[in-house]
């Protein structure tokens, strides 16, 4: 089974919700699953594969919990290339930046070479107002090519 990396980034717990719902499904498969709240380069290994569970925050911005993470990134632009991640963003379509925030990472982490392993979920709350409810439904879609 795979290792795989939860990097969250959430300001009202939303994000958190959906990581632990997704976290729980991968266990069951009899993945290893770590899910960082406070994610820091040093403790997240870039052979796993990383699942990104985040909304947007004030402008189209990253949460605070992993504005950090994303700092480390960009300033230390480390070698990603055997990083394989999946991007599940939550945001409100009622904001004109709506899921702008969690591409801002992907950018960064696609510049350091990483590359992703299924296409996006975006998630409008608008519409899903349990957000667990179609990430689990993605995550069905692909974790068995894990």
């Known amino acids: 089974m795979a290792k795989i990396e939860v ?3 959430t300001t009202l717990g939303s994000a958190e919700y ?45 949460p605070d919990n992993i504005q950090p993470f994303f700092n480390e990134i960009t300033e230390q632009k480390p070698d990603l ?13 009622s904001y004109d930046t709506f899921c702008q925030g969690p591409e801002k990472l992907i950018s960064a982490i696609q510049d350091c070479d990483a590359k992703a392993f299924v296409y996006k979920i975006q998630i409008d709350v608008q519409l899903d107002p349990v957000p667990e409810d179609p990430a689990l439904a993605w995550l069905a879609q692909w974790q068995q090519e894990i």
């Open 18 to 62: 959906v990581a632990d719902e997704m976290m729980a499904q991968l266990t069951d498969q009899g993945h290893q699953v770590q899910v960082h709240l406070t994610p820091t380069l040093c403790e997240i290994d870039t052979h796993a594969l990383w699942i990104i569970v985040s909304s947007t925050h004030g402008a189209g911005d990253l």
């Open 7 to 9: 990097i969250v980034g």
């Open 81 to 93: 290339s055997q990083v394989n991640f999946a991007l599940c963003a939550i945001g409100d379509s």
